[in-house]
């Protein structure tokens, strides 16, 4: 099966026995009947498993070519599970322009427990061995950065992750696997917050994970259970809902954010405009190596380099919403150093190119001549 026809089909055989829906029945029960104790038909209490959201698990494997799917209550719920598969002592090495939530849960939760990050740069993979000892487990990679857009090459990591013996975990959510199958390169592991491309509406919050190793998904599903970081039917509907027109959606997320990208571009008040398909970025080549599009996602930098000038523009913008998130139908506009990246230290976050005039857009699905049209008359 291709991938479009996955989106729609992948994992959805007989998804209602009792009458044949074509779309699974929102399961709103937290508990099963048994005819007799242990006799149940495959589900017995919904944090175990819930009908609803297995049929989404079941497409989330199928669009990652994976082999078993898990779906978390958030995007971070789902990456704390994967945390839990360590001890203290464990090193984990992470890419440092990461999710700012991400890094928040790895420094003030896990640094606590005993687990140890290395945050460094990936562009060069070679890089990545000084860090390696007999603790490491784990690479963990955000490709494309947020919210720089720099583009890490997964399978040169994925070939040190496996002379190491160490697993690679990649979080997919900024590409999607319309773009980018990191399983495919080496990976072990994929993460999205599916609160973003994969609802693909802004109406839900959850997150997944999906892998192809049998012990390793009997591991995390184990944790999922145990810690209880699931989601409910209804969200699980929504999100298999938004799956279905995934590749719609990234086809035209990729045309506005070139059309965008390269406005901006022409603009003189804008400095940098960082988005992997401009032929100049740093790592445009491993981009169109192992990405079929270049996506929606775009940041740029004002000349003048001020937060008063980002304020302005944000503030002016009327297509775009201001507000955290990304992913969703509509177009949104982000301020990092003071929304999404709050929680990491200004010199931290300096060091990786979030200055204070950086603006995120998330360019959504309207006409590209209203978005460019809008820009235009917010930064003047
Ligand atoms: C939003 C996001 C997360 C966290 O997901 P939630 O669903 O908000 O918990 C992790 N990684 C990336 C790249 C994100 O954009």
Redesign the pocket.
């Known amino acids: 099966m291709k991938f479009n026809t996955k989106t729609i089909h992948g994992g959805q055989d007989n998804v209602d026995p009792a009458y044949g829906s074509v779309m699974p029945p929102i399961y709103q029960t937290s508990t099963y009947s048994q005819s007799t104790p242990g006799g149940h038909k495959g589900f017995e209490y919904s944090r175990s498993g819930n009908p609803t959201r297995t049929a989404l698990e079941k497409s989330l494997a199928s669009i990652e070519n994976g082999n078993f799917g898990l779906a978390f209550g ?4 789902a ?1 704390d599970a994967v945390m839990k598969l360590f001890k203290p002592g464990d090193e984990i090495i992470s890419t440092n322009d990461l ?1 700012g ?2 890094y928040r849960l790895f420094t003030s939760i896990f640094e606590g427990l005993g687990i140890k990050f290395h945050f460094i740069g990936m562009q060069d993979a070679e890089g990545i061995e000084e860090y390696i000892n007999e603790n490491t487990k784990l690479i963990w990679v ?1 490709t494309p950065t ?1 919210p720089m857009m720099n583009i890490i090459d997964i399978e040169a990591v994925s070939k040190i992750a496996k002379k190491h013996d160490l697993l690679l975990a990649v ?1 997919n ?2 590409a999607t696997p319309y773009l980018q199958q990191p399983l495919d390169l080496g990976a072990d592991i994929i993460m999205h ?4 491309y994969l609802g693909g509406h802004s109406d839900v ?3 997944s994970l999906v892998v192809k190793d049998k012990e390793l998904a009997d591991k995390l599903y184990f944790i999922q259970n145990a810690s209880g970081g699931v989601c409910g039917p209804q969200d699980s509907f929504l999100v298999l809902r938004g799956i279905k027109t995934l590749h719609l959606r990234m086809q035209r997320h990729c045309e506005n954010g070139e059309a965008v990208a390269k406005y901006l571009r022409s603009n003189p008040k804008i400095d940098k405009v960082y988005w992997p398909g401009f032929e100049d970025h740093p790592n445009h080549d491993i981009a169109k190596k192992q990405m079929s599009g270049f996506g929606g996602m775009i940041s740029f930098t004002t000349k003048e380099n001020t937060l008063e000038s980002a304020t302005k523009i944000v503030e002016n913008l009327k297509v775009f919403t201001l507000a955290e ?2 992913g969703g139908v509509e177009s949104l506009a982000g301020h990092p150093a003071s929304m999404t990246h709050a929680s990491i230290p200004q010199e931290e976050r300096a060091k990786t190119g979030v200055v204070d005039s950086l603006i995120r857009l998330s360019v959504g699905i309207e006409d590209e001549e209203d978005l460019v049209a809008d820009l235009k008359q917010a930064i003047g």
């Open positions: 958030s995007g971070l719920a990456i999710y939530g991400s955000e947020n979080d959510t900024f917050s599916a609160t973003k919050v959850m997150g998130s990304l």
